[in-house]
């Protein structure tokens, strides 16, 4: 379906930040979303196309570009990119037609891969270049290394591939892995990575070697270097320094070493047989992150001048995604301290064993609006909180510090049942916080008979507890339970009591850690129910890892908060 109405419909998913980094490529380039439909394209494109933007965006690519050698139309079924596309891998072509539109036929090669947009969106990059200035590049996805310099459809390919890859993680091991996994056997054997830390200090963080298939990792080259030296002319110093990119040999250091870093570049140089090396800066616009060296080898053939600039594209485009993942954990570090500030240490309870534990939204900023509480009050009973704040930001978690101060402070003072101090914090949060919405169960235990201990609670909209006796029987509370907070209504709430048997464990918990997208609440509810009752036996801080193991959905994008409690004996 292509027609204006599709169209426009397409056009409301157009991805301007994509068509702004499609610019750096330099072929004719575009993206297509899972349907084929395309959604970013650069101006290159548009150029060779003879069409602009808007006559480009929210149609099937296939349909309105793809073209037999005389201006037929393709069938899917015959189209190699169409089938590479469906299988969600990378590949390339040498010989291939689009249509123009004057209505001339376009002889192009191309090359696709799978392409990250962000918000879990996986396109596909479209990278295109005029035949008539293509060279044969083969169909393999993946060049085997060669001693002839690489054609620029192949240069363009690579880079294409480069920034694909390397802007879609935000995770620093990871994308040195991904730029290893590109630039060799393609460009070299050996492959290099020196790392200025935050510290300002140099970590050769990855030496690699390409054997046959299999890329071997050097871990006794790796590890803390010198300082880099502030006046040293040599190629890794200099690198290192943001100042150029260099060729190399072990010619190079064979004089007299000026600094340590060039006694460990000769050591390199020994170890791996290298005979010729790139060295570039990984920089970016903001400090230099260290420094990237490929090496030849086995290859007959030595660097060339005219390498240097692809390499530095490289280094380029990985110091934007290294430095996208150190701000990333940077935040994450500062989040996460932030959250441990916020989240209390369980008190000390005779007879009592408490363990907490809080797991982060995996996508978000490492804070949120669950949240624990267990707070000894006035009367010698032990309170007992667990909630959840809607969001997954610092106003979230700022929400969820404002109702927890604020239950501690009317637990302590208003000695009532459970029901009456959540009614006086609901109203509270309506009128002094930007709390919207909020779920939580507010307890209190306190020793009963003969080795019982008497749970009381309210049920605020929150997933019931789970109780689990010593012997590995369950039952959820389900009493008890009421309107979520912040709904303005003035339902009073119920209140519920329940005796924990001697030795029983009491599992309160946000619901992340029983939603799954696609499965239902009252799956996740079995499953919980499954697995405590067979790590019953568990000591407790066993039992809340392994509870957290086995039963948070391996999808789950929220938060989890859990606090176990379990009774004595007896």
């Not at 056997?185 to 990575?193: F, G, K, N």
């Not at 963080?205 to 050097?218: C, E, F, P, Y």
């Not at 890794?236 to 070493?257: H, N």
């Not at 039963?551 to 938060?559: A, G, Q």
């Amino acid at each position: 379906m292509t027609g204006p109405e599709h169209a426009e419909t397409a056009r409301g998913r157009c991805v301007p930040a994509a068509s702004a980094a499609l610019e750096a490529i330099g072929a004719g380039t575009y993206v297509v979303d899972e349907q084929g439909c395309i959604i970013a394209v650069n101006a290159r494109a548009e150029q060779l196309l003879g069409r602009p933007a808007g006559h480009l965006i929210g149609h099937d690519a296939h349909d309105l570009l793809h073209r037999g050698p005389h201006g037929q139309p393709l069938p899917r079924t015959q189209c190699a990119m169409r089938q590479a596309f469906h299988a969600g891998r990378t590949a390339q072509a040498d010989e291939d037609y689009f249509a123009h539109a004057d209505g001339s036929v376009l002889p192009i090669s191309w090359l696709i891969t799978p392409y990250d947009i962000g918000d879990h969106r996986v396109a596909t990059l479209v990278v295109f270049h005029t035949h008539e200035h293509a060279q044969d590049t083969g169909t393999a996805p993946r060049p085997e290394p060669t001693a002839q310099p690489l054609t620029e459809l192949q240069r363009l390919a690579l880079l294409a591939e480069t920034t694909a890859q390397l802007t879609s993680t935000l995770d620093v091991d990871e994308a040195l892995q991904r730029l290893v996994a590109l630039v060799v056997p393609r460009l070299a054997d050996w492959v290099i990575v020196d790392l200025i830390t935050e510290l300002d200090e140099v970590w050769r963080a990855v030496v690699v070697h390409a054997d046959g298939d299999a890329l071997v990792r050097h871990e006794d080259l790796q590890g803390p270097m010198p300082p880099v030296p502030e006046e040293s002319p040599m190629p890794l110093s200099r690198a290192l320094r943001g100042v150029a990119s260099t060729l190399a040999g072990p010619q190079t250091y064979q004089g007299t070493p000026d600094s340590g870093i060039a006694v460990e570049q000769r050591r390199l140089f020994e170890a791996t047989g290298m005979h010729s090396a790139a060295i570039a800066p990984i920089r970016s616009t903001r400090s230099v992150l260290g420094a990237l060296t490929l090496g030849r080898a086995n290859a007959p053939t030595d660097f060339a001048p005219t390498d240097l600039p692809l390499i530095e594209d490289i280094a380029r485009r990985a110091a934007l995604a290294l430095d996208n993942a150190r701000l990333y954990q940077r935040q994450r570090k500062v989040a996460e301290t932030m959250q441990n500030h916020l989240l209390p240490q369980m008190p000390s309870v005779p007879g009592l064993q408490m363990t907490v534990r809080y797991l982060p939204a995996p996508d978000a900023s490492q804070v949120g609006g669950d949240w624990y509480d267990a707070f000894p009050l006035a009367d010698e009973s032990t309170a007992l909180a667990v909630g959840d704040v809607v969001g997954h930001d610092l106003e979230a978690a700022a929400g969820m510090a404002q109702v927890r101060n604020m239950l501690r402070a009317y637990a302590w003072f208003q000695q009532e049942p459970p029901s009456l101090i959540v009614e006086r914090l609901d109203e509270a949060i309506q009128h002094i916080t930007d709390v919207t919405m909020a779920t939580m169960i507010f307890a209190r235990v306190e020793p009963a008979h003969e080795g019982h201990w008497r749970l009381s609670w309210t049920n605020a909209g929150h997933p019931p507890p789970l109780l689990i006796s010593r012997d590995g029987l369950t039952r959820y509370l389900t009493d008890g339970h009421g309107i979520l907070l912040g709904t303005r209504t003035d339902t009073r709430r119920p209140d519920a009591t329940v005796l924990l048997p001697p030795g029983s464990t009491l599992v309160l918990y946000t619901d992340g850690l029983i939603e799954a997208p696609g499965h239902s609440l009252d799956t996740g509810l079995d499953r919980l129910r499954q697995h405590a009752a067979a790590l019953a036996h568990r000591p407790l801080a066993s039992f809340a890892d392994q509870l957290l193991r086995r039963v948070r959905p391996t999808d789950n994008d929220d938060d989890v908060a859990l606090l176990t409690l379990r009774v004595p004996r007896g």
